[in-house]
């Protein structure tokens, strides 16, 4: 690893708005200081109001975006967001065997910030072969209730950030949660903005991203915390609907 240039690859959807997904996460990984890698799995049409459409990548082209850089650059991180698939879930997970001392960082992406949805039950049901090859796993609330919630912590020994931002309270609590029960926990105010689009994007890719660079779980998750509730500081406001975040001076 260069220490002052992690390799960050980046698995997940490309977002036509810039609020999310793929771009997010370049801009984020690169923001923070490291080189972002990408493998695309489906190309959307998306801005601020929401999904217009979306085109899925086939599994071995997937693949072949995953090999390509990692047979020449190599990786220090990985982050997986949206796959679209089962087929593409199950292919991931495949590749993630081969890279078992890798610190990988899954944002288990199901549904848009407008609402679209993204992943369909048997590509949630694929996300349990991703897990227990992950370091992390983010679901916000929603995405936690559909894996089960807390009573399916027994079955991983992988720790999950649950990530409080679609709670109705002003306080705002993201739990770190293991198999022997919380470990951490993180409170903030809200912050008032519909300018909230690629929180979960932005979040994982920022974990990942400071992984890679040496810190701590526990420090790369407050740091990234604190690089989200600047992003959502520095929205520029566009877009009618929920729109991107803005990227904060370091």
């Known amino acids: 690893m260069t220490a002052n240039c992690p390799r960050v690859l980046s698995i997940a959807g490309s977002d036509s708005g810039g609020g999310a997904g793929i771009q ?20 959307t049409a998306q801005n601020s109001a929401g999904v217009a459409a979306v085109e ?3 599994p071995d082209m997937v693949l072949a975006q995953i090999w ?19 087929e593409i879930a199950l292919a991931v997970a495949g590749f993630l065997k081969s890279q078992r001392n890798m610190p990988v960082i899954f ?10 949805t993204l992943a369909d039950d048997r590509t949630i049901a694929a996300f349990q072969k991703i897990i227990p090859l992950s370091c992390l796993v983010t679901p916000n609330l929603d995405e936690w209730e559909r894996l089960g919630g807390d009573n399916n912590m027994s079955g991983f ?8 931002g679609h709670g109705q309270d002003d306080l705002l609590i ?14 903030g105010g809200r912050i008032d903005t519909r300018h909230s689009h690629g ?9 990942a991203t400071y992984l890679a660079g040496g810190d701590s779980l526990s420090d790369a998750i407050g740091k990234a915390r604190t690089y989200v509730r600047a992003s959502l500081e520095a929205a520029p406001g566009y877009g009618a609907g929920h729109g991107p975040m803005g990227v904060p001076k370091l």
């Open 157 to 164: 020994n992988v720790p999950f950030l649950v990530k409080g």
């Open 107 to 116: 944002d288990p992406v199901m549904v848009a910030t407008s609402g679209a």
């Open 68 to 86: 390509a850089v990692m047979d020449d650059f190599g990786a220090d991180a990985i982050k997986i967001g949206m796959l679209g698939s089962p």
């Open 24 to 43: 997010a996460d370049i801009r984020t990984i690169t923001n923070l200081g490291g080189h972002a890698m990408t493998a695309i799995t489906a190309v």
């Open 174 to 187: 993201d739990r770190l949660l293991g198999p022997d029960g919380e470990r951490e926990r993180w409170e």
């Open 199 to 207: 929180t979960g994007c932005t979040l994982s890719a920022a974990i």
């Open 56 to 58: 899925l990548m086939t």
